[in-house]
T-cell receptor, first 115, second 114 residues
Framework: AQKITQTQPGMFVQEKEAVTLDCTYD???????LFWYKQPSSGEMIFLIY??????QNATEGRYSLNFQKARKSANLVISASQLGDSAMYFC????????????FGAGTILRVKS | DTEVTQTPKHLVMGMTNKKSLKCEQH?????MYWYKQKAKKPPELMFV???????INESVPSRFSPECPNSSLLNLHLHALQPEDSALYLC?????????????FGQGTRLTVV
């Protein structure tokens, strides 16, 4: 089976601090992709970052980095220097052959940045 | 340009109406998707088009009818919807369905069925 687990329904972070959003996954695939998306209240689903299962280095995109620990099957998102505009729902997702390459989402984490 | 454009952004329709949602991408992607999302839940896959052919239908009721007129356009035709169909409908595209690559989403259409 292929499953994504996000155990933090909601998180608070102080502006300018770093925050880690947790994501663990379960798959029997050897080749798969892990993704993080941000969804503000406006509804748009914004792609943030991608990590391939064979990538040896953690992915980074600006203030976003993905802490990929393959043996532990975790793909945590780290946001550095949080900004008020980071307040949103964050979804971890994965794609792999087992699920026919369908994008499987976790339940999401609501992040609130405090000033 | 990683833009997927959806129209309209908001739609209110009666249960006897017929309406259509539109989606457009110009990234040369060959896979396009429709998702349905209820409040505070993750998106649920409805349909997948691969190279303009319907590849996956996730047992969606026939009152939802997808159409892919060409590689850049994706429509979702709505007819005789129920109030429980009220949701955010998201369109997405990716390079190819067979590849494990990121999907890019549009802004969504907030549908209310009255």
């Amino acid at each position: 089976a292929q499953k994504i687990t996000q155990t933090q329904p909601g998180m608070f972070v102080q502006e300018k601090e770093a925050v880690t959003l947790d994501c663990t996954y379960d798959t029997s695939d050897q080749s798969y992709g892990l993704f993080w998306y941000k969804q503000p209240s406006s509804g748009e689903m914004i792609f943030l970052i991608y990590q391939g299962s064979y990538d040896e280095q953690n992915a980074t995109e600006g203030r976003y980095s993905l802490n990929f620990q393959k043996a532990r099957k975790s793909a945590n998102l780290v946001i550095s220097a949080s900004q008020l505009g980071d307040s949103a729902m964050y979804f971890c997702a994965m794609r792999g052959v087992v699920k026919g390459n369908k994008l499987v989402f976790g339940a999401g984490t609501i992040l609130r940045v405090k000033s | 340009d990683t833009e997927v454009t959806q129209t309209p952004k908001h739609l209110v329709m009666g249960m006897t109406n017929k309406k259509s949602l539109k989606c457009e991408q110009h990234m040369g992607h060959r896979a396009m998707y429709w998702y349905k999302q209820k409040a505070k839940k993750p998106p649920e896959l409805m349909f997948v088009y691969s190279y303009e052919k319907l590849s996956i239908n996730e047992s969606v009721p026939s009152r939802f009818s997808p159409e892919c007129p060409n590689s850049s356009l994706l429509n979702l035709h709505l007819h005789a919807l129920q109030p429980e169909d009220s949701a955010l409908y998201l369109c997405a595209s990716s390079q190819a369905y067979s590849e494990v690559t990121e999907a890019f989403f549009g802004q969504g259409t907030r549908l209310t069925v009255v």
